[in-house]
Nanobody, 114 residues
Framework: QVQLVESGGGLVQAGGSLRLSCVASVRIFSIMGWYRQAPGKERELVATVSFDGDAKYEVFAKDRFTISRVNARNSRIYLQMNSLKPDDTGVYYC?????????WGQGTEVTVSS
């Protein structure tokens, strides 16, 4: 079973930046992405990237966030987050959308102070 390990979360002031990383235990050919879950809210999609690098963003992430991918022996994706807002606070999860189902990392916490 694939393992996904996220890192890069932390505390940042509004307007600041963070770069999240996710490393997979294997090379992945499926779509990978980032989701987030704010306190008291449901998990929501942030952005996805295909094996070929085709990136898609939710409206709130466009123009501020950039997803990227490295197709190495251990696939990696990154999420560069700029101009962070307090509403971006939450746990960010790495996701792989396999045909057989989703795989998730343990999450990395992002806190944006006002």
């Amino acid at each position: 079973q694939v393992q996904l390990v996220e890192s890069g979360g932390g505390l940042v002031q509004a307007g600041g930046s963070l770069r999240l990383s996710c490393v997979a235990s294997v090379r992945i050919f499926s779509i990978m992405g980032w989701y987030r879950q704010a306190p008291g809210k449901e998990r929501e999609l942030v952005a996805t990237v295909s094996f070929d690098g085709d990136a898609k963003y939710e409206v709130f992430a466009k123009d501020r966030f950039t997803i990227s991918r490295v197709n190495a022996r251990n696939s990696r994706i990154y999420l560069q987050m700029n101009s962070l807002k307090p509403d971006d606070t939450g746990v960010y999860y790495c996701n792989v959308n396999f045909p057989s189902g989703n795989a998730w990392g343990q999450g990395t916490e992002v806190t944006v102070s006002s």
